[in-house]
């Protein structure tokens, strides 16, 4: 299980799958998704193989997850904000699906 | 060709085209050693765009739309083959393929197009078809308001080029061709009964030898008294992120693969040898993708490339065969992937044979005779 080195104050809500989870101002969305134990973040669409979070900076698009209604979201790229809603487990994006 | 010795066949160049021939001969009960050369090869097979294209190839030489033909008609044989062969599934999607018109003035030249395919080919009915914006939009919903217009030809279609490359080498191997990387060949002599070969600190020797080397043939081929006037032509891709499928068919410039990456191409410069890529360049693929399917503004860009096609001074294959060395072939071709069929199941059965055939005279380097050599 994931464990903080330090316990910041938790300011910040975000809605992951629906939950409620409380994270810090700064906190990225992967860091959320580590904290409140969301692993994996999705299966890949081609061979149905679990991921998580992998590099942790960018680079490997394991931890794709939709935010506020977009997918292919990278988690380690996004800083979490208040409100915002993250779903985990989805597939391809679908763009003529999307309401932006 | 009865199987004697250690080996019967050496192929130089483990792209698609020389993957392709050692299938072919390997099939044919003989033994062949593939030299290939490291991954910074340049290596025209990791840019395809992955079309299996008759379209509107072979204007103005209709041999080659005849044989382009030929290739897509036994591309599923082909795809069969290498699946109980390999295990690999290459998806092959084989419905027919769109090119579009963002203006009248292409939509009139691609009618042109058609008419002088129809007029050079004769009885051989070429199916292209012409079709207005709305046409096309019932099977393109996606489509895009400014396009006027497009062709469409029920026999293209699209594979997915990484399984197919993956697919061709396992089954190679599997089979029990001899694969060689980082056997850059530096020197071929023709030697009593054949050639040998030199690589960095060896020598091997075959009694029969098929340059596939893409651009490096223009190189080989005078060390066996023939000519490849070959140059490259840069083209860069663009891949999108996977995607829901929203298009159910290639377009010339545009293609969703199957695993939902969609793959924007086409472009065309001299460059040398330089596969870099350019953003003047990138951003007018992106457009015209944007300007044929709106939705693609919204797709992120995973990546962008380049690499260099091999192109002949006609930009038609070259088969030929040394006169002075007999046993000494080569191919070279821009299309190795809509012409991979026909060269693992109908070219590597002629080379298997030790001649080629008559009817592929038309695609000697002989015709380029008048043509200075590009090295």
């Known amino acids: 299980m994931f464990r903080r080195l330090c316990e910041p104050t938790l300011s910040i809500t975000v809605y992951i799958d629906g939950r409620e989870v409380r994270v810090a101002d700064g906190d990225s969305v992967s860091t959320a998704l580590l904290c409140a134990g969301n692993l994996p973040v999705r299966r890949t669409s081609v061979t149905s193989a679990p991921r998580g979070i992998y590099c942790g900076m960018g680079v490997c698009f394991d931890c794709l997850v939709t935010i506020d209604g977009e997918g292919n979201r990278q988690a380690c790229l996004t800083t979490a904000r208040e409100g915002m809603t993250v779903k985990t487990g989805s597939g391809r994006r679908s763009l003529s699906a999307e309401t932006l | 060709m009865i199987s004697s010795g250690e080996r019967d066949f050496v192929v130089i160049g483990g792209g698609v085209v020389g993957m392709c021939i050692a299938f072919g001969l390997i099939r044919k009960g003989l033994k062949v050693t593939v030299l290939d050369e490291g991954d910074r090869a340049l290596r025209a097979s990791r840019g395809n765009f992955a079309l299996v294209w008759l379209h509107t190839k072979g204007i103005g030489t209709p041999e080659y739309s005849k044989w382009t033909r030929r290739s897509v008609s036994l591309w599923k044989q082909f795809a069969d083959e290498l699946k109980a062969a390999s295990s690999i599934d290459v998806g092959l999607e ?282």
């Open chain 2, 94 to 375: 084989q419905r027919g393929g769109f090119l579009l018109c963002l203006s009248e003035e292409e939509l009139q030249g691609r009618i042109r197009a058609r008419g002088q395919l129809q007029h050079e080919l004769g009885e051989d009915h070429h199916p292209l078809e012409i079709l207005r914006r709305n046409q096309l939009a019932a099977m393109l919903p996606a489509l895009g308001p400014e396009v006027v217009g497009g062709s469409f030809c029920p026999l293209d279609g699209h594979v997915n080029a990484l399984r197919l490359f993956g697919a061709l080498h396992r089954a190679c191997e599997l089979r029990g061709v001899v694969y060689r990387p980082n056997s850059t060949v530096e020197r071929i002599t023709p030697v009593q009964n054949g050639f040998e070969v030199q690589l960095p600190g060896e020598k091997l020797s075959t009694p029969r030898i098929v340059l596939a080397a893409g651009l490096g043939n223009a190189n080989l081929a005078p060390m066996v008294g023939m000519s490849a006037p070959v140059r490259g032509e840069r083209g860069q891709i663009i891949v999108t992120e996977r995607l829901d499928r929203f298009l159910d068919y290639p377009v010339g410039n545009v293609r969703q693969t199957d695993e939902g990456g969609v793959m924007i191409g086409a472009s065309k410069e001299d460059a040398d040898f330089d596969t870099l890529t350019s953003t003047p360049v990138l951003a007018d693929l992106a457009s015209d993708a944007v300007r044929m399917f709106p939705v693609l503004s919204r797709a992120r860009v995973v990546r962008t490339w380049s690499a260099l096609r091999v192109l002949s001074p006609d930009e038609c294959p070259i088969y030929d065969q040394s006169k002075v060395y007999p046993g000494a072939f080569l191919v070279t071709c821009h299309s190795g992937i809509t012409l991979a069929a026909a060269h693992a199941l109908d070219l590597a059965a002629d080379l298997a044979e030790g001649l080629l055939p008559r009817r592929l005279d038309i695609f000697s380097a002989r015709r380029f005779s008048n043509v200075p050599t590009v090295m």
